[in-house]
């Protein structure tokens, strides 16, 4: 199957109360775990590709061949987005080119007037080309590829402003933040959440930070029009434990342990399990069916 817009899945979504969730990739072992765990699961998926894992996989027409042969070689027939995460304009601009199916602008740094301006003009590009177009509103905690967000919350209004504009999806900081989340923090605001759904009517709403929220919390969320989430530090962490404990048993050194292929096995099932897990409390099983 080949590659296709979020938005078709992401409305989907909404309408039946799950979330999809937007992995982040950062190399081919990564890229084929997730695809292989979404076709077993029987799951709608985004592929998520910020601008630094971009350049370290040389490029983003390098990932867009990547993920094209895989969805080939590997006979996946789920629906599978490509999507640029917490994209510059620039980088979103790039990414059109390239051949992604969907892009994340994320403007939330500009005022609200130059926000508007920027997402208002991708958005007429993303139409053209029928690909799916996230913008953001209130910056995200924490930092991503060197943008470090305190993770205020967003106006309700500017949310609503900005969904105006025909955008796909709406990512709005709620209290959530990227990576760990610290032990004092006080949770998601849901008041925020509502009031912004409120006003936003069937528009499908994004949760970044996915990793370290109470499973309780990402389903109130859900409930309350969240339809993507997104998910990176965790199957990071998964993954430099599994290589970790490859190594310090000595795997490495047995036969030809030290093959790339088998020091990268344990970290890249650790991925897959961590996935189905995601999708297990995202209620995106057996959506693609």
Known sequence: MALVSAKEMLQKAKAGHYAVGAFNINNLEWTRAILET???????????????????????????????????????????????????????????????????????????????????ELVAI?????????????????????????????????????????????AAGIGNIHGKYPENWPGLRFDVLDDIQKLTGDMPLVLHGGTGIPEDMIKKAISLGVSKINVNTECQLVFAAATRKYIEEGKDLEGKGFDPRKILAPGTAAIKDMVKQKMEIFGSIGKAE
Do not use: R, W
Not at 99 to 115: K, T
Not at 128 to 157: F, L, Q, R, T, W
């Open 38 to 120: 979404a076709q077993e699961c029987k799951s709608p998926v985004i592929l998520g590709v910020s601008e630094g894992a971009g350049k370290y996989m040389a490029g983003f027409k390098t990932v867009v061949g990547m993920v094209n042969g895989m969805l080939e070689e590997l006979n996946i027939t789920v629906p599978v987005a490509l999507h640029l995460d917490h994209g510059s304009y620039e980088g979103a601009k790039k990414c059109i080119e390239a051949g992604f199916s969907s892009i994340m602008f994320d403007g939330s740094h500009f005022s609200i007037e130059e926000n508007i301006e920027k997402t208002k």
């Open 126 to 170: 993303c139409n053209e080309k029928g690909m799916s177009i996230e913008a953001e509103v209130g910056s995200i905690g924490g930092e991503e590829d060197g943008v470090i967000g305190m993770g205020e919350c967003a106006d309700p209004k500017e949310c609503k402003a900005i969904a105006d504009l025909g955008v796909s999806m709406l």
